[in-house]
């Protein structure tokens, strides 16, 4: 089964040190690869850049760098990528990115599919591209078949691969399978898989990215009056989802791991008895 971890560049020391001890908890897993987010929530490219080149140099982690279209020029792709492919960086997660200004993009690359084309003309094989979908659908996108036909165009451009956007619903996820089945979209779609830890901090991504927390979820994430319970019953809902996911035919799992290894080792225990040998969320 496909396992593969998300984390993002740490903007400080104090978010660098909590992500060394992070990884080095979460290396034990043997992840098929460990993705680093781009730009996203403030974050600077050279910290994309060295967390990439860290995984690889002090951890022995299969690196997948994100990039996307937010950055000002074309020279700064083909530089970032000239360097990744030096140290073996063999395979991206290429998205638009959030836009700063949901209306001003000034950059050379408008929509994903721009940017997996460009890669994928200029590097050929040389990358595997991934490229990200969404079960509840994007933000922008008020039509199901209108996003598919996007998706659709990312993967005629170069995509070998999707990863979804966080979702509670299993059935989101099948129903997008099935979509993708009759629009003939064969690519793996790996479900992505948000840990819970924490309401607020999950009310406030999701309402950001399209994510819906059911009604009832949220009032039992409510209810709890300690962390520690949240945490548990977190655990052991995401578990079962993923069970479901795997079982309905889920090629494997990507989890958003928000740089704490804890949340995404208590489901992993859970889950993969296998794995669980290996580590103790602790
Ligand atoms: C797995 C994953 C990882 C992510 N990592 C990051 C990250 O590292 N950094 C970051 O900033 N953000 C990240 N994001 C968030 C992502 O950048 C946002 O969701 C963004 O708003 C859309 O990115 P996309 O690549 O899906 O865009 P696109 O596929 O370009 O789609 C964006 C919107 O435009 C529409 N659209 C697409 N193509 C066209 C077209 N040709 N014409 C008109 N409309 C079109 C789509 O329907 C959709 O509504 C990630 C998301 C996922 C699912």
């Known amino acids: ?37 781009f730009g996203a929530g403030g974050s600077t490219l050279d910290r994309t850049r060295a967390t990439v080149l ?4 002090q951890y022995g982690l299969t690196a997948v760098p994100h990039i996307s279209c937010m950055v000002e020029s074309a020279d700064c ?57 969404y079960p509840e659908l994007h933000p922008e996108s ?24 966080y979702f509670f619903n299993a059935d989101a996820y099948f129903q997008l399978l099935d979509d993708c089945a009759r629009a003939g979209i064969d690519v793996p779609i790996t479900p992505g898989i948000m840990p819970i830890t924490n309401y607020h901090q ?18 039992r994430l409510q209810g709890f009056e300690d962390l520690q319970s949240l945490r ?3 655990a052991e809902f ?6 479901r996911l795997l079982l309905g035919g889920a090629p494997g799992l990507h989890f958003y791991t928000l740089n ?4 995404t080792l208590d489901i992993i225990n859970q889950l993969l008895p296998d794995r669980r040998r290996l580590v103790h969320s602790g």
């Open 260 to 263: 704490r290894a804890s949340a």
């Open 1 to 37: 089964m496909h396992l593969s971890l998300e984390i993002f560049p740490p903007r400080d020391d104090a978010q660098q040190t909590r992500l060394n001890h992070c990884l080095q908890r979460l290396a034990l897993l043997q992840p098929d690869y460990v993705s680093v987010t």
């Open 238 to 243: 995401v578990c079962r989802l993923c069970e």
């Open 202 to 219: 999950l009310a406030r991504f999701s309402s950001m990215c399209g994510a819906e927390i059911p009604r009832w979820l949220g009032k």
């Open 77 to 133: 792709i083909d530089r970032m990528l000239d360097e990744y492919l030096q140290h073996g960086i063999k395979r991206l997660v290429v998205l638009r990115g959030d836009r700063p200004d949901e209306h001003v993009h000034h950059g050379p690359f408008q929509y994903a599919e721009d940017l997996v084309r460009y890669v994928q003309q200029r590097y050929g094989e040389r990358f595997a591209l991934e490229v990200g979908c």
């Open 232 to 234: 548990e019953f977190g």
């Open 54 to 57: 860290a995984l690889r140099q």
């Open 142 to 165: 008020t039509c199901v078949n209108t996003e598919l036909k996007y998706l659709q165009r990312k993967i005629d451009a170069g995509a070998c691969a999707a990863i979804t956007q």
